[in-house]
């Protein structure tokens, strides 16, 4: 009998889980270049826009953003339009 995954789940920069955000992008020497490459270009507004999507299992997901990178989809994560994410990710 196989086990199917959850849908994937995404996570939303919001001023609640900004700090994480933040620790995150950080800790991570490729998606912090990614994200002031993207900001130098006037391409990305700020951690605002940001979002993650986690695949895997319920126990991966369950883990938030400190699934990153493992659970992270193959896409990676992806930026937002503008002014859907939370005010105070900056």
Known sequence: M???NPPPRT???TADNAAQF??????DPQLL???QS???????????????????NAAQQAQG???WPTAAA????????AGQGGAACK
């Open 2 to 4: 196989t086990t199917q």
């Open 38 to 56: 993207l900001q130098a270009q006037g391409l990305f507004p700020g951690l605002r826009g940001f979002s993650l999507t986690l695949t895997g």
């Open 74 to 81: 193959p896409t990676g994560p992806t930026a937002t339009p």
């Open 65 to 67: 953003l400190a699934a």
């Open 33 to 35: 270049g990614l994200v």
């Open 11 to 13: 996570i939303r920069c």
């Open 22 to 27: 933040q620790a995150m992008v950080k800790a």
